[in-house]
């Protein structure tokens, strides 16, 4: 039996693989680990046959037997455990890959989303104008200290691992804001991960669903 993800039946991003059901697809693509998916509605989500896998109604979800996983960094962690290629094998480097996935998920992430928020949800608010400068300042902050820490780099620490996976799905949420037109080595960084095999295929696969529901 295929471990199952749930990703959404129609995905708010328009097929741009932003949704964290990305991360989980990508990360099972790059160990080659077959899975299926099952499509959930905004309603579905949000019904108690879900929450009692994601008790707060989001996706996606991970079905193994008889585990049940929800968060996506959680999910990577336990497919990067479990299959080789995306941990290292050394301890130390395991675990610096793995603080790389927190502080993608803890340090960049939070500053990222608040301002795509924004950008999506506030255009139309009195204090936009006022408060938009602050949001891109906090992130900028952000892209300078990991481009120093890159320093050029193909990858945050050696090879690519799960650390890269989860800070490349994060900052790709920036790829329309033109914030990363200023660093042009995360830019780089960036485009590396999106042109990996098996990004190609996860990316793929969600778009195929977005593009079966825009037809339906």
Do not use: C
């Amino acid at each position: 039996m295929l471990p199952t993800i749930t990703a959404f039946e129609r995905s708010p991003d328009r097929g741009k693989g932003q949704a964290r059901d990305m991360r989980v697809r990508w990360a099972l693509e790059e160990v080659g680990q077959p899975y299926d998916v099952r499509l959930v509605s905004f309603g579905a989500m949000k019904a108690p046959a879900h929450r009692t896998l994601h008790p707060f109604g989001q996706i996606p979800t991970y079905e193994d037997g008889d585990l049940a996983l929800f968060e996506s960094g959680a999910i990577v962690l336990h497919i990067a455990e479990r299959h080789p290629g995306l941990l290292p094998t050394e301890a130390n480097a395991r675990s610096r890959a793995i603080a790389w996935m927190f502080a993608a998920l803890s340090t960049l992430e939070p500053p990222i989303v608040e301002l795509g928020m924004a950008m999506l949800f506030e255009r139309d608010k009195s204090w936009y104008a006022e408060r938009l400068p602050m949001l891109q300042e906090r992130v900028r902050i952000r892209l300078g200290e990991l481009s120093r820490r890159l320093g050029g780099a193909d990858w945050l620490d050696g090879a690519f691992s799960a650390g890269d996976l989860m800070m490349v799905t994060v900052l790709r949420r920036l790829n329309t804001s033109g914030l990363l037109d200023e660093y042009p080595d995360i830019a780089a960084y960036v485009a590396r991960g999106e042109a990996r095999p098996a990004f190609r295929r996860a990316f793929e696969a969600q778009l195929a669903v977005f593009q079966a529901a825009s037809r339906s």
